[in-house]
Structures are given as C-alpha cells and as structure tokens.
C-alpha cells in the first residue's frame, strides 16, 4: 500500500515540475500513472493533498548524494552540482512557482524557506571545505558569500524577473558563467589552476 502511494506521490511530482500545477489534473494524473481516479482518490482526498504530499516528497530527497564520492574536494562538487543543475532545468516548469504561489500559497512558502535554506547549506559545506583544501582563500567570510549566492540563483533562474530569457536560462551558458564568475572570486590560485583543468576535462568530455 505505502509502496503505490509512493509511486503516486513521486510520479505525479514529476508531471507537476514538467508542465506546471495548473495544467495537470487528477485524471491526468490517473491516466498518466495508468490507475483509475477512484484508486487515486483512495490515497489523497483532492489535488491539494496530492500537491502537497508530491513537494514535500521531492524536499526529503538529497540534491545530490556525495556519499559514495568521498573523495570528491570542494570544485568537484561544484561540477556535480552543475550537471544536477542542468538537469533539473531541463525538467523544470517555472509555472511551477507560479501556480503553487497562487493557488497554494502556504505550500509556496514552505517550498521557498526550503530552498533557501538548502541552497544556504549547501554553498557553506562547500566553501567550508575548500578553505581547508586551500582550494577558496581563506579569508573569505563564508556566511556573506552562501547568502549571496541564496539570493543570486534565486531570481536570476525566475524568469518572471526578465533579468535573463527562458532560452538563457535552460542554457548551459549562463550556468558556466556564473560558476566561473563565482569560483574567481573565492579560489587561490590552486584552486583557479584545478578549476581550470576541470573545466577543460569537462569542455572536451561533451
């Protein structure tokens, strides 16, 4: 039983990032998922709970698992971050956003505390390990930088803010040129030359 709730729960999220809140009903869902609308209804009492239990669920899974990759330093990360990040924008519907902030606002704002305090989290671990690799300076003040970086990655990647387009946005472009532009501001010179190395790896990879 918990197992098809789950299934529900983590197909029905998907469907929401790829085309929005709005657009996707509970049939679509139940056709999607090849279940019958009575089973759904079953499991969630109307869209609101199933909206609701979809992002929570997608808020309980790592962004990205570096257990298994200990031995990953602080730019590694960065590039693996990077190609989660591009997936994810490939995926992402920024109706998204939209919907849940007009039609389930208490689930929007849930939604916004999270990903900040994750994108916070996240960027503080990071640098954190790269002044003790000797990779960012030491000096740097890691609170200010992770709360600037909260800040940046949240309204450049909201088109609504008409800083970039939507087709910059998805593109492989801006995300390098944020990444480049953040890393030479806070890496040594070891870490510019691993960077750059990296880089190039990667560049000639795809």
Known sequence: MEEKKEYIIKNAGTLYFRYGIRSVTMDD????????KKTLYEFFKDKEELVKQSIAYYMKQP??????QEDLNAIDKLFLYREYGMKMLRLYNNNLDFDLKRQYPEINEKLQAFKK????????????QGIKEGLYRAEL??????????????LIFNHTTGIFSED????????????????HGICTEKGLEYYKQKLNNVQNES
Not at 63 to 68: N, Q, S
Not at 141 to 154: A, E, K, P
């Open 168 to 183: 910059e946005i998805y593109g492989e472009s801006l995300f390098d040129n944020i990444m480049d532009y953040h890393l």
């Open 117 to 128: 305090e994750k994108i916070y989290q996240q960027n503080y671990s990071i640098i954190e």
């Open 141 to 154: 003040n890691i609170d200010i930088i992770s709360r600037l970086l909260v800040g940046r990655i949240l």
């Open 29 to 36: 869902v139940a056709v999607e998922l090849g279940i019958s």
């Open 63 to 68: 962004v990205v698992d570096f257990e298994c």
